[in-house]
């Protein structure tokens, strides 16, 4: 007989709602899958299990065909007009032709022939539920893909540190982050670390780019739509359902996106498209702009019950110039990926190039320097700026103790303007250290 590990982690997760006018079939149904499900609940006639759905998102609906006053079928037609986003199982005992066809034009996903054994209703709600896990992973990787590459955040910086830390005290909880910062500098990046780092982790992580849709689909895209079919396709909200989603230059929002998404953040609930019912929701949200909203509030161009809304917590992501000790790092990274990814020759990483890389001051950000590595090997070479000849390369050039020293000291330098005096100051060393290395490296740079 079929154990409840063998089924791992598909049920575990799982809400199902059992529809069933005998008490002993619920009784039986929720014997057997309390134990196994994250959430089960009962209805004993359809009435009542509408009621459950406004309330609450279920994943599968087990659901008795033949029931006083109305059947199964007949509920799932009126509940898919209103807008039904649950996988239905249908237990039936007369699995005759017109069963089978009026089941598969309501959207059924099996059936389940009376009577059945235990391990039979487990293999059943376990394919449904892999079956829906796939459809939506599928749309979100299609999303995903369309989005773009992502890369985690890399460095040491303290100012990376910093982010890291508040990352992870936000982690645990639900509330709300709005990432500020200019372009470039990771705010996507730093809202999937906090989402890994969450007990949402295993949920999927959804990233919207507002200024990407058009006012005319943005209910669709987001909310979902219920069409002529009487068939809901499910918005991004629904499939992120459980886990986290960020919405990305939310400065470009339409005025329309922004009064749907103050209602859905105060009562977390959504009504897709065309549909009669709001649809709870599991999200936490996220938000990410390099404007500056509380301007554009001022200005009239925002809303402020919706900004108050979203900056809970406001976490600002640092510009490149202020993790300067994080550029080698990225560069090097850069540098393996796209040599993998465009399958063409890394270019040599020497210490006169990773000097100028450092002291550039990168107005672009991260997004800038990723731009750089990536044209450079598709070109075969760095431009003139930042091309160099020095003999030491590699990870030596990388990981060399003095080379090292000499870029952080010439970058503070830079940032001094070249007073040797202050920048002794923000280093913690006398001038004559500074005055002494410059002359040591006066051969191979200028300060």
């Not at 976490?315 to 796209?338: G, T, Y």
Request: proline share 4%; hydrophobic share 45%; charged share 25%.
């Amino acid at each position: 007989m079929t154990t409840a590990n063998e089924y791992g982690s598909i049920l575990a997760g799982a809400s199902v709602l059992v529809v069933d006018d005998e008490p002993g079939m619920r009784n039986f149904l929720t014997k057997i899958l309390e134990p196994r499900v994250k959430r089960i609940a009962t209805a004993a006639s359809p009435a009542e299990a509408t009621d459950l759905l406004d309330d609450a998102h279920f994943d599968v609906v087990i659901l008795d065909n033949v029931m006083p006053g109305q059947t199964g079928l007949a509920w799932i037609e009126e509940q898919r007009r209103k807008g039904f986003y649950a996988d239905t199982i249908l237990i039936t005992a007369f699995a005759d032709l017109e069963t089978v066809i009026a089941a598969l034009r309501a959207g059924v996903s099996d059936f389940l022939l009376k009577p059945f054994r235990t391990n039979q209703i487990l293999n059943i709600l376990a394919r449904t539920l892999d079956s829906k896990h796939l459809r939506r992973d599928n749309t979100l990787l299609r999303h995903e893909l369309h989005a773009g590459e992502n890369l985690r955040m890399l460095g040491n910086s303290d100012a990376l540190g910093a982010v890291h830390a508040m990352l992870n005290r936000l982690a645990p909880l639900d509330t709300p982050v709005l990432f500020t910062g200019a372009s470039g500098t990771g705010k996507e990046l730093a809202a999937r670390q906090l989402h890994q780092l969450s007990p949402r982790a295993d949920k999927p992580f959804v990233a919207v780019n507002c200024a990407a849709i058009s006012s005319d689909h943005v209910v669709a895209e987001l909310f979902g739509a219920v069409d002529a079919n009487n068939t809901l396709k499910p918005g991004l909200l629904l499939l992120a359902d459980g886990g986290t989603l960020l919405l990305d230059e939310v400065a470009q929002m339409p005025d329309a996106l922004q009064a749907a998404l103050l209602r859905v953040l105060e009562d977390m609930r959504i009504r897709p498209q065309g549909g009669e019912r709001e649809i709870p929701l599991n999200l936490r949200f996220l938000f990410a702009t390099n404007a500056d909203l509380k301007q554009a509030v001022a200005e009239g161009r925002f809303r402020s019950d919706l900004y108050h809304r979203m900056n809970v917590v406001e976490l600002e992501m640092p510009p490149l110039k202020e993790r300067s000790e994080d550029i080698v790092e990225l560069a090097v990274h850069f540098m393996e990926h796209f040599s993998a990814t465009l399958g063409m020759r890394a270019l040599e990483l020497d210490a006169e190039t990773l000097l100028k890389l450092r002291r550039y001051d990168w107005p672009g950000n991260i997004r800038e320097l990723r731009n750089l590595i990536e044209r450079s090997v598709i070109l075969g070479a760095f431009p003139k700026e930042f091309s160099g000849n020095a003999s030491v390369t590699g990870i030596r050039a990388v990981e060399d103790l003095e080379l090292m020293v000499q870029r952080h000291i010439l970058h503070i330098l830079d940032l001094c303007d070249g007073n040797r005096a202050e920048a002794a100051r923000r280093l913690g060393v006398s001038r004559k250290t500074i005055d002494r290395k410059l002359v040591a490296w006066a051969d191979e740079v200028s300060a």
